[in-house]
C-alpha cells in the first residue's frame, strides 16, 4: 500500500500541473465533446509510458548503473522548474483558463488530435519514462507504484471530463486558479526534495 500511495502522488502531482494537454482536455470537456473517447486515449497513453517508464529505467538500473542517478536528478530539475512556473502564475495571477466555444469534433477526429496533444509533448516522456520510471524503481514495489501511478490518471482525467462542464465557472475563476498553481507549485517541490533526500 505504501509504493501505491506514493505512485498515486507521484502520478497525481505531475499529471495535474496545467499544460497543454490538460488546458485542451478541459476546453473540449467543457464543451461536452466526445468526453468519453478523450478520457479514455489520455488514460492509455499514460498507462503504456508509464509501464514502459518503469520497466525500462529497470533495464537501465541493472544495465547501466551510473545512469539512474543523472536521471532522477534530470526528474528533480524538470520538478522544480514546473513548480517555479506554477508558483510564478499564482503569485503574478496568470493561471485563468479561457476556455473558447468549441464545436464539438467527429469522435475519429477527436481520438487523433488526443492522441498527438498527447505523444508530442516532450513533458509526457520526461514525466513518464524518466521521472516516474527513477521514483518506481526506488520503492520496495515497483508494480504497486506504478498501479498507483496509473490510477491517478484514472481519476484525474475522468474527473476533469467527467466535471468539466460543471466546473467552467469554477476555472474561470483567478483567484482559485492562483490557489490551485499554489497547491501544484507545493506539491512538485514536496515530491523534488524527496527525490533528492532519498
Not at 58 to 67: I, K, R, S, T
Amino acid at each position: 500500500m505504501g509504493s501505491l500511495g506514493i505512485g498515486f502522488g507521484v502520478g497525481l502531482g505531475l499529471i495535474v500541473a496545467i499544460g497543454a494537454q490538460n488546458i485542451w482536455v478541459l476546453s473540449q470537456s467543457m464543451a461536452g465533446a466526445n468526453r468519453l473517447v478523450i478520457a479514455a486515449v489520455c488514460i492509455l497513453c499514460d498507462a503504456l509510458l508509464i509501464v514502459l517508464g518503469i520497466s525500462s529505467i529497470a533495464l537501465v538500473q541493472q544495465w547501466l548503473p551510473p545512469l539512474v542517478p543523472v536521471l532522477t536528478w534530470a526528474g528533480v530539475a524538470l520538478l522544480l522548474y514546473l513548480a517555479f512556473g506554477a508558483a510564478k502564475r499564482a503569485w503574478q495571477g496568470q493561471g485563468r483558463l479561457q476556455a473558447e466555444q468549441i464545436q464539438p469534433d467527429p469522435w475519429q477526429k477527436t481520438m487523433a488530435t488526443a492522441f498527438a496533444i498527447t505523444l508530442l509533448n516532450p513533458h509526457v516522456y520526461l514525466d513518464t519514462v524518466v521521472l516516474i520510471g527513477s521514483v518506481g524503481n526506488q520503492q520496495q514495489s515497483p508494480f504497486w507504484f506504478g498501479v498507483g501511478a496509473v490510477l491517478a490518471s484514472v481519476v484525474w482525467f475522468c474527473s476533469l471530463t467527467g466535471f468539466a462542464p460543471k466546473l467552467n465557472v469554477l476555472l474561470n475563476s483567478p483567484q482559485r486558479w492562483r490557489c490551485f498553481d499554489g497547491v501544484i507549485a507545493l506539491v512538485m517541490t514536496a515530491i523534488a526534495l524527496r527525490l533528492v533526500l532519498n
